[in-house]
């Protein structure tokens, strides 16, 4: 399976993106697509994931502003993200698995495709 993103770029603290993934092909019958990001000189981390059956989860410091989203007829997975902060300037990379719970924060367990660049000015 291969993953495209896209919906990254510029945009001002407070503002909104959308960012969207396309999987080539169905991952399986049971898998979870995540979003991760790295910013510069750090490693990559947790941001959000969906799972089979349309169970979400986010890291701390994104739930509440950001929001996941599928669409299964269209391998598509979205992250929509609002009242953008400086900090959240990264590349993201959507990923797609089948961690068990316990580590789907861990982007070991994930394919990745490209990322794209979300820079936020302050």
């Known amino acids: 399976v291969q993953l495209q993103a896209f919906g990254g770029g510029l945009v001002q603290a407070g503002g909104s993106l959308r960012l969207s993934c396309t999987a080539s092909?169905?991952?399986?019958?049971?898998?979870?697509m995540g979003w991760f990001r790295q910013a510069p000189g750090k490693e990559r981390e947790f941001v959000a994931a969906?799972?089979?059956?349309?169970?979400?989860y986010y890291s701390d410091s994104v739930k509440e502003r950001f929001a996941i989203s599928g669409d299964s007829a269209k391998n598509t997975v979205y992250l929509q993200m609002n009242s953008l902060k400086y900090e959240d300037t990264a590349v993201y990379y959507c990923?797609?698995?089948?961690?068990?719970?316990?580590?789907?924060?861990?982007?070991?367990?994930?394919?990745w495709g490209q990322g794209t660049l979300v820079t936020v000015s302050s």
């Open positions: 969906i799972r089979t059956g349309g169970y979400t």
């Open positions: 092909g169905r991952p399986g019958s049971r898998y979870t």
């Open positions: 990923g797609v698995g089948n961690p068990i719970l316990s580590a789907m924060r861990d982007p070991q367990h994930y394919s």
